[in-house]
Each structure stands twice: as structure tokens, then as C-alpha cells.
């Protein structure tokens, strides 16, 4: 507990290989960034805070996340081909080893549910095409929004048994019922204190918010609109 007046740090996980340093808000899930070395990871973590402000409001946890304190380490992992090769979290943090309440899991629920609306809602304003990547290319919107919700439809939901035809990608209603399964299965996981499989609970929630909101901001940076 912090002192009356000061702000509970924002802890942080440091996955550091030889090419990449991801860093990861690992208690507010979906928050987290890659550079290549530890304090560019973490500049780069705290530069976005203002977009994940409008994830955490979205989630109904505006005032929590505005009242969150500095970025702290707390957990130094070396990084695996995952954070290495695609500055991805590949590591669960120690805390996330614990058991979640029911209430903590809601919150999490509510963060991933918000990530979702984030992406659907980018991916309807943002161009079609989109700017050209760093390295000169990289998906149109189309094959973002079937990469993006096909990795949760193929991988992550199947961890907690839910599955879910591809096709159903690109099908509103579909993918609502999508959601729906996975997030009633992750639930019914955490009452029966269970894993999803070989990951946690909790770094099953935070691999799927971090795919969904690095596209949706992808989307964002890369959009042509304006420009049309």
C-alpha cells in the first residue's frame, strides 16, 4: 500500500533477448512494447499510456488507470523467440502464477471486451490500404482484421476449449457468439482454478489484448484517410 497521496507504481515485466526488450504492464493487459534495448522498451511503454487511457476507459476503469503511478520493474525475464523475433510477451510474470478472484477476473474480462470494441472500431474508419510498414509493406486492413481475430479463433480460444469455425471471421454476429463462448469459458476456468492448458488465465487474457490493440494501433499509425 502507498503512502496517503502517492500513486501505486504500474508494474513491469522486461522480457530482454539479444535483439529486443518487450515491456509489459502485465497487471493492465493489452499495455505492452518492444525496442531494443530495456529503457527504450519502457520510454516507449510510457508513450502510449494515453492510447491505452482510452482502452482502460472504454473498460469502465478510467479513474483507476488515470490514478496509476510510475512505470516500475519488477520482474527481469530473459527473452525467448517470441520477444526475440516478434515483440511479443512469450513469458508469464510471476504474479500471474496466482490464482484470480472472480473479481479480478471481470476486470480483466472487461479490458479484453474493450480491446475488442478498440479494434472492431479502428478497423471500420481506418482505409482499406494502408501506409507501407517500416520495412516497406505489411497487411491491409482486410488481412489484419482475418489475422488478428483467426490467431484468437485457431490459438487462444481453444485453450480454454472453445472452438469456433474460421469462417466465422468477417461475420458479425458470428464472432459476438465467438466472444461470448470465450469469455463464459475463461470464467468458468478461473471458478474451477484451472489453466488454459500451458498458459495462465492471465496471460491468456494479456497475449490476446496485446495482439488485438498492436493491430488496432498498427491500423491507426499506418491509416490513409486523411490523406485521401
Not at 497487471?27 to 516507449?44: H, N, V
Not at 510471476?94 to 479484453?112: K, N
Request: hydrophobic content about 40%; overall charge neutral; proline content about 5%.
Amino acid at each position: 500500500m502507498s503512502p496517503a497521496g502517492a500513486r501505486d507504481p504500474v508494474r513491469v515485466m522486461v522480457e530482454q533477448g539479444r535483439k529486443r526488450a518487450v515491456a509489459s504492464a502485465f497487471d493492465w493487459p493489452g499495455w505492452g512494447r518492444s525496442a531494443k534495448l530495456e529503457d527504450a522498451a519502457m520510454a516507449t511503454l510510457e508513450a502510449y499510456r494515453p492510447r491505452y487511457a482510452v482502452v482502460a476507459a472504454r473498460a469502465g476503469l478510467g479513474d483507476e488507470f488515470a490514478a496509476a503511478g510510475a512505470l516500475e520493474i519488477v520482474e527481469r525475464l530473459p527473452g525467448t523467440g517470441m520477444s526475440e523475433f516478434y515483440g511479443v510477451s512469450g513469458q508469464t510474470a510471476q504474479p500471474e502464477l496466482e490464482p484470480m478472484s472472480e473479481a479480478e477476473c471481470e476486470r480483466r474480462i472487461a479490458i479484453l471486451r474493450a480491446c475488442w470494441a478498440t479494434f472492431d472500431d479502428v478497423a471500420a474508419r481506418v482505409s482499406p490500404e494502408l501506409r507501407p510498414g517500416p520495412r516497406g509493406g505489411g497487411r491491409d486492413r482486410d488481412r489484419i482484421i482475418r489475422h488478428t481475430n483467426g490467431a484468437e479463433i485457431l490459438e487462444h480460444a481453444k485453450k480454454v476449449g472453445v472452438v469456433t469455425p474460421p469462417e466465422a471471421v468477417g461475420d458479425a454476429g458470428r464472432m459476438a457468439a465467438h466472444r461470448d463462448a470465450f469469455v463464459d469459458a475463461i470464467r468458468d476456468h478461473c471458478a474451477r482454478g484451472v489453466t488454459a492448458r500451458s498458459w495462465t488465465l492471465q496471460f491468456l487474457i494479456r497475449r490476446c489484448t496485446w495482439h488485438f490493440l498492436d493491430h488496432a494501433w498498427e491500423m491507426e499509425d499506418r491509416d490513409l484517410s486523411s490523406e485521401r
